[in-house]
């Protein structure tokens, strides 16, 4: 009878390990793939500042019509809401490493 308490009580064991583990492989996947976003984020952001920088020399050359200054307008608030969002996801990695 002891033998048999002994035996269950390590399999229950051992399935919640496995649970456990399980967990631990389900977070660190979307640990990875926040990490990825942010990776591919961050090369969009400098992306869009490379295109800001060519805009702004462009704008000193010629004369630009309100089109091309609302289309500017939105790429920058592109770039601001891109960092933002990078800050976020940054902040929320560190927030899962800490725990």
Known sequence: MKKI????????????????????????ARLNSHEQTIIVLKEKVLIL???REMDMGH???????????MDMEERHRTIEELVEKVSAL??????????
Do not use: P, Y
Not at 5 to 28: K, P, Q, Y
């Open 59 to 69: 704008n000193m050359d010629m004369m630009m019509d309100m089109d091309m200054m």
């Open 90 to 99: 940054e902040e929320k990695i560190k927030s899962f490493e800490r725990q």
């Open 5 to 28: 308490f002994i035996l269950m009580t390590a399999l229950i064991l051992t399935a919640g390990c496995s649970a456990d583990r399980g967990v631990f492989t389900n977070l660190e």
């Open 49 to 51: 500042e490379e295109s």
